[in-house]
């Protein structure tokens, strides 16, 4: 039987936030091997603005590696606004 794409809802309410990356994000390793801890960084760093959230985790990224990543990454991070007319802010930082 083929496989069945499901759809999945869930509340996003003004002020929201949601943090998209790539696996080369969570597996960059520093030079004892450990991964990139990410869940631990965002709550550090997270704000109202984007690119201020994304510039200090790829900063704190390039950090952990060595400023040397060995694979693609990639940081989304999309908002939705507060108020009614305020445009919605995304911003994408790849390493």
């Known amino acids: 039987m083929p496989a069945v794409a499901r759809r999945a809802q869930a509340p996003f309410a003004d002020g929201d936030q949601l943090l998209l990356y790539t696996d080369g994000v969570i597996e960059?390793?520093?030079?004892?091997?450990?991964?990139?801890?990410?869940?631990?960084?965002?709550?550090?760093?997270?704000?109202?603005?984007?690119?201020?959230?994304?510039?200090?985790?790829?900063?704190?990224?390039?950090?952990?590696?060595?400023?040397?990543?060995?694979?693609?990454?990639?940081?989304?991070l999309l908002r939705k606004p507060v108020a009614e007319g305020v445009p919605a802010t995304a911003e994408v930082r790849m390493a």
């Open 28 to 76: 960059a390793r520093d030079e004892v091997r450990e991964y990139f801890p990410l869940l631990e960084r965002v709550p550090r760093h997270i704000c109202d603005e984007p690119s201020r959230t994304l510039a200090a985790l790829h900063d704190e990224l390039l950090a952990h590696v060595g400023d040397r990543l060995h694979d693609d990454a990639a940081l989304l």
